[in-house]
């Protein structure tokens, strides 16, 4: 007589036993999550706190109880109260980085998906040129850069202005190695083949078939590009230092704390306007507030893009 079969017992799908490893493995993690983000709690709670409440000490761990919505307002007022005539420099740098960042993104945007895709599907014989030189610029420094771009825009008599630094911003290497890899993996040959068997050129190709199916790669290129363009400093600190007017706020950071008394009292000596640490991290704050804002708008796209270059389809 055969034994009696025995009924497996399976148990649902995460909920795993709480082991001495598991354990581990996920206080480790905590503690290293806390180490980031304790941090940040902590710098984003500063710019809600006083001065004075810094300075005594007495805003309890983290500065949590000595944030105040007035203090904001009053940073605020400290921070658009910068800069001589009355103030108003650090809105004008915001504007600025606003403009180069959309104006360099766009730019981008219009010279890398064609010649990302130009480098996938058509036939040349520099192609490999090209595409190697794609690669060299994209792993080249920016530093190594600054000097020669002063140069040749010095040159033109336009150090200072913002256009010049909006179209080197435009090139970005590393939007066309996106696109590149875009088109060569979503954009099967025989369908640009069977477009130039109806007749179609290379331009109607690209517009009718090549961009419409290249979303995840323009949602890609503008939201590193504008990130490029939004938190580059050395561009800006070579071009635009001679005109006040024109810097952007990743150079009036640095302006900002060296007005500070904390940092050069000598400076701030001479300023109707005092910022102290709550006005540097409101300001900083702000400055991250547009980069937060594209990555929740590109968010959808750019987790789909995520997967450009991992099958050929």
């Given at each position: 007589?055969?034994?009696?079969?025995?009924?497996?017992?399976?148990?649902?799908?995460?909920?795993?036993?709480?082991?001495?490893?598991?354990?581990?493995?996920?206080?480790?993690?905590?503690?290293?999550?806390?180490?980031?983000?304790?941090?940040?709690?902590?710098?984003?709670?500063?710019?809600?706190?006083?001065?004075?409440?810094?300075?005594?000490?007495?805003?309890?761990?983290?500065?949590?109880?000595?944030?105040?919505?007035?203090?904001?307002?009053?940073?605020?007022?400290?921070?658009?109260?910068?800069?001589?005539?009355?103030?108003?420099?650090?809105?004008?740098?915001?504007?600025?980085?606003?403009?180069?960042?959309?104006?360099?993104?766009?730019?981008?945007?219009?010279?890398?998906?064609?010649?990302?895709?130009?480098?996938?599907?058509?036939?040349?014989?520099?192609?490999?040129?090209?595409?190697?030189?794609?690669?060299?610029?994209?792993v080249m420094p920016?530093?190594?850069?600054?000097?020669?771009?002063?140069?040749?825009?010095?040159?033109?008599?336009?150090?200072?202005?913002l256009w010049p630094?909006?179209?080197?911003?435009?090139?970005?290497?590393?939007?066309?190695?996106?696109?590149?890899?875009?088109?060569?993996?979503?954009?099967?040959?025989?369908?640009?083949?069977?477009?130039?068997?109806?007749?179609?050129?290379?331009?109607?190709?690209?517009?009718?078939?090549?961009?419409?199916?290249?979303?995840?790669?323009?949602?890609?290129?503008?939201?590193?590009?504008?990130?490029?363009?939004?938190?580059?400093?050395?561009?800006?600190?070579?071009?635009?230092?001679?005109?006040?007017?024109?810097?952007?706020?990743?150079?009036?950071?640095?302006?900002?704390?060296?007005?500070?008394?904390?940092?050069?009292?000598?400076?701030?000596?001479?300023?109707?306007?005092?910022?102290?640490?709550?006005?540097?991290?409101?300001?900083?704050?702000?400055?991250?507030?547009?980069?937060?804002?594209?990555?929740?708008?590109?968010?959808?796209?750019?987790?789909?893009?995520?997967?450009?270059?991992?099958?050929?389809?």
């Open positions: 007589m055969s034994a009696p079969a025995q009924t497996e017992v399976h148990r649902p799908v995460g909920s795993r036993r709480w082991n001495a490893g598991r354990v581990s493995r996920v206080t480790v993690m905590l503690v290293v999550a806390a180490m980031f983000v304790i941090p940040i709690v902590g710098f984003i709670a500063m710019a809600f706190r006083s001065q004075e409440g810094v300075a005594a000490g007495t805003d309890g761990w983290l500065g949590l109880q000595g944030m105040s919505w007035d203090n904001v307002v009053f940073s605020w007022s400290q921070l658009t109260g910068f800069g001589p005539g009355g103030g108003g420099l650090f809105q004008r740098w915001i504007m600025n980085s606003l403009i180069l960042a959309i104006a360099g993104g766009l730019l981008a945007l219009i010279a890398a998906i064609p010649a990302g895709y130009a480098m996938a599907r058509l036939r040349f014989r520099s192609r490999k040129f090209w595409l190697f030189a794609t690669l060299l610029a994209m920016n530093t190594v850069l600054v000097i020669p771009l002063f140069l040749e825009v010095n040159a033109i008599g336009a150090v200072g202005q630094v909006a179209v080197i911003m435009g090139f970005f290497p590393f939007g066309v190695y996106l696109s590149y890899i875009h088109f060569m993996t979503t954009m099967p040959p025989e369908l640009v083949e069977a477009a130039r068997i109806d007749g179609l050129g290379e331009i109607a190709i690209f517009f009718r078939v090549g961009l419409p199916i290249s979303k995840q790669a323009v949602a890609l290129v503008a939201f590193f590009s504008f990130v490029a363009n939004w938190t580059n400093f050395f561009l800006p600190l070579a071009l635009l230092t001679s005109n006040q007017q024109n810097k952007t706020i990743s150079i009036g950071i640095q302006e900002l704390i060296g007005a500070s008394p904390l940092f050069n009292a000598t400076v701030a000596a001479g300023l109707d306007v005092k910022l102290y640490m709550p006005q540097l991290a409101l300001a900083t704050v702000i400055s991250m507030l547009p980069l937060l804002l594209v990555f929740l708008g590109a968010q959808r796209f750019l987790i789909r893009g995520q997967t450009v270059g991992a099958v050929k389809g």
